[in-house]
T-cell receptor
């Protein structure tokens, strides 16, 4: 497809379950971002990949959150032992170039995955 | 740390009229980008307009324009000739212009309603 895709679009989990959220960036995009958007809030940064390297994970809220992008394309955000406070929309964005220096690369967003933890 | 504040949770405008959405931000840096994003119910963030802080001229994209006041750290979005399709959440966002991992910092959003 032409845009960023994410799956599943909706996920309901019982508290304590592990979940995996997938992001397919635009083909050839080097940079990939994950954001968490709680209800009624703006997105908040979670982590950033440049190709397969995770260069910034400062936004991950706890060690239950783990992200990977092993081949520099598809990325997975995994949440272990989900808690109710993890309920949110998880947005993925990709951009063409490396996010370095003063280069500008527009971030293209996917439709997000809405996670509900019961 | 950078912060972005949107003090208008909701705004309403009549079709064909003009509306202005407000945004203020705080940063100690001098070189950065500011953005307005639109998020319809489909949840997909769409870039509306971008402003480089080093440019004095306000950015314009068709019916969308900004009023960028760098000293006041203010960045408002004006939508002219509002259309029903403009109804959405609008987020103001900040991004450093230099350095690595140029993540976006968003405000809390303004819900725009467009009425007939």
């Amino acid at each position: 497809g032409a845009g960023v895709s994410q799956s599943p679009r909706y996920k309901v989990a019982k508290r304590g379950q592990d979940v995996a959220l997938r992001c397919d960036p635009i083909s050839g995009h080097v940079s990939l971002f994950w954001y968490q958007q709680a209800l009624g809030q703006g997105p908040e940064f979670l982590t950033y990949f440049q190709n397969e390297a995770q260069l910034d994970k400062s936004g991950l809220p706890s060690d239950r959150f783990f992200a990977e992008r092993p081949e520099g394309s598809v990325s997975t955000l995994k949440i272990q032992r989900t808690q109710q406070e993890d309920s949110a929309v998880y947005l993925c964005a990709s951009s063409r170039g490396r996010e370095i220096g003063n280069s500008y690369n527009e971030q293209f967003f996917g439709p997000g995955t809405r996670l509900t933890v019961l | 740390a950078q912060t972005v504040t949107q003090s208008q949770p909701e705004m309403s405008v009549q079709e064909a009229e003009t509306v202005t959405l407000s945004c203020t931000y705080d940063t100690s840096e001098s070189d950065y980008y500011l953005f307005w994003y639109k998020q319809p119910p489909s949840r997909q963030m769409i870039l509306v307009i971008r402003q480089e802080a080093y440019k004095q001229q306000n950015a314009t994209e068709n019916r969308f324009s900004v009023n960028f006041q760098k000293a006041a750290k203010s960045f408002s979005l004006k939508i002219s000739d509002s259309q029903l399709g403009d109804a959405a959440m609008y987020f103001c966002a900040y991004r450093r212009r230099t350095g690595t991992a140029s993540k976006l910092t968003f405000g809390t959003g303004t819900r725009l309603q467009v009425t007939l």
